[in-house]
């Protein structure tokens, strides 16, 4: 899992790299590491955001969009924020088989 905090989205990440940490573990009680805040669209996007993007299209919509990668480096799917963990759990058990 990796997690990179995003402003471009109603202002719901407005804190320095830490309060988001920190608020993140409290409210929600993650335990994997969290990256430094990058922006996901737009002039000053990520290259990581500029790939990911040219292997499942789409302007990024929302926070918790997620991506599927696969052992082979390969974008393997991409999850929209409403999508369930149930759909995303089954994804990754069929990468990992």
Request: with cysteine; net charge positive; charged share 35%.
């Amino acid at each position: 899992m990796l997690d990179f905090p995003c402003n471009q989205f109603a202002f719901q990440a407005p804190g320095s790299d830490e309060k988001i940490d920190s608020f993140c573990k409290l409210k929600y009680d993650t335990k994997f590491p969290r990256f430094a805040k990058i922006k996901v669209n737009g002039a000053d996007e990520a290259p990581l955001y500029t790939f990911l993007k040219s292997r499942k299209e789409g302007r990024i919509k929302w926070n918790f969009t997620k991506f599927l990668i696969g052992a082979d480096g390969e974008v393997k799917e991409r999850f929209e924020p409403s999508q369930t963990p149930d759909k995303i759990e089954s994804a990754i058990e069929r990468e990992l088989q």
